[in-house]
């Protein structure tokens, strides 16, 4: 599981330098599909990955709109400002964490009961959903899209 988080914040870095190499007006060009933007769903990647991560340790979810960041210079910002708590969460896993319960209340009084390992793995699956999409929304734009080739990445190595 921690290989594929890598993967997914090694994918995010790739994209935020893609970014760099594009008008900031088509990175906010409301988009079909999605949460909105290029840069809106870059947000909504780290934003779903930190609530996540906080719900888990007992603590409040991560409430913000993206209008208070948006710029790839503030998404990056809070991205690194995030990256220390979710790295040490994502680290720390234990086997024992895995079937641990989490009760989610919905907006309608119904409670969800999950695992923890489910969460983990659906938090990991959100972000490469959405790198899909920005892969789809880059080739609109004429551009080359980030590779999502986890292979030749250096995951796995043994140094």
């Known amino acids: 599981m921690q290989t594929l988080f890598r993967y997914n914040w090694m994918v995010r870095a790739d994209w935020y330098h893609w970014c760099e190499e594009v008008e900031e007006e088509e990175l906010l060009r409301p988009r079909t599909g999605g949460v909105g933007s290029i ?4 947000f909504h990647i780290v934003d779903v990955e930190w609530s996540w991560i906080r719900l888990l340790q007992g603590k409040k979810e991560f409430n913000e709109s993206f209008e208070n960041y948006a710029s790839l ?3 990056v910002e809070l991205d690194l400002a995030f990256q220390t708590d979710v790295k040490d969460f994502v680290y720390s896993w234990k086997d024992e ?5 989490f009760y989610d209340t919905m907006p309608d009084g119904r409670i969800v ?3 923890w390992g489910e969460i983990m ?3 990991i699956a959100h972000e490469i959903h959405h790198a899909g999409q920005l892969s789809i929304w880059a080739r609109e734009a004429g551009k080359r899209p980030v590779s999502a080739n ?3 990445r250096g ?3 043994t140094e």
């Open 113 to 115: 009961t999950d695992t």
């Open 150 to 152: 986890l292979i030749g």
């Open 97 to 101: 964490m895995e079937d641990k319960l």
């Open 73 to 75: 210079g503030k998404v």
């Open 121 to 123: 793995r659906h938090v």
């Open 155 to 157: 995951l796995l190595s």
């Open 39 to 42: 840069l809106q769903t870059l």
